[in-house]
Each structure stands twice: as structure tokens, then as C-alpha cells.
């Protein structure tokens, strides 16, 4: 069993006008670049937030290869700078059972 944790802490420092966080698996980020309405119903958004801070954890239920993307789309027509800080914490485990072990020591023997 796998548990996997993206803890994330993102602040905009010099401006009014939010940020948004977006997680997506990675075989949609090309899409998302397109930055076309008519597509965006096509990408599957894991993780969507938006503000000034957000502070949040991201427990995926499936796997795949994410991207953590962040969006300031929504002011882009002022061509204004952000300043962003962001704290990510990146935390993967994976139980392995006992017969797994087994099954791996004999392996290693063969070899």
C-alpha cells in the first residue's frame, strides 16, 4: 500500500489578486498550456484552490503522474509580477509485507 503526501504552502506577497493551485496529471499539462475553454472540460483536476494563502494537503485516491502547477491566468491581461512563496513537503511511504521480503531475500540468493 502506498501513502503518498503533497503538503503545500503558497502565499502571494505583493499583490491583491490570487493565485490558483492546480494538480493534474502530467499527460494534461499540454492541454492546460493551450489555455483554450473549449478543452479545459477535458482535463481531470485533482486538486483545485485558490487565494491570497493557501495552505493545504493533497492525498491523491489514484495513481499517476501529477503536476503541481501554479496559475495566475486570472491577472495575466495586467501582465502584473507576483511575488509567490511556496513550501512544498513531498512524502512517500510504502508498507511492504513480510512475505514480501521473503520473496525478495530468495531472489537476491539466486543471483
Not at 484552490?49 to 485516491?61: E, Q, R, S
Not at 511575488?83 to 512517500?92: C, P, R
Request: hydrophobic share 30%.
Amino acid at each position: 500500500m502506498f501513502d503518498y503526501r503533497l503538503t503545500f504552502d503558497v502565499e502571494v506577497t505583493n499583490s491583491n489578486k490570487e493565485i490558483e493551485v492546480l494538480i493534474m496529471s502530467r499527460k494534461d499539462v499540454p492541454t492546460w498550456k493551450e489555455n483554450n475553454d473549449s478543452k479545459r472540460h477535458e482535463i481531470n483536476f485533482y486538486y483545485k484552490g485558490g487565494g491570497l494563502k493557501i495552505n493545504d494537503i493533497f492525498k491523491p485516491t489514484t495513481s499517476d503522474a501529477y503536476a503541481f502547477v501554479l496559475n495566475n491566468r486570472g491577472s495575466s491581461i495586467s501582465h502584473e509580477v507576483k511575488t509567490v512563496e511556496v513550501t512544498l513537503i513531498h512524502n512517500w511511504q510504502q508498507e511492504i509485507k513480510e512475505s514480501q521480503l521473503k520473496d525478495r531475500h530468495k531472489e537476491q540468493q539466486i543471483k
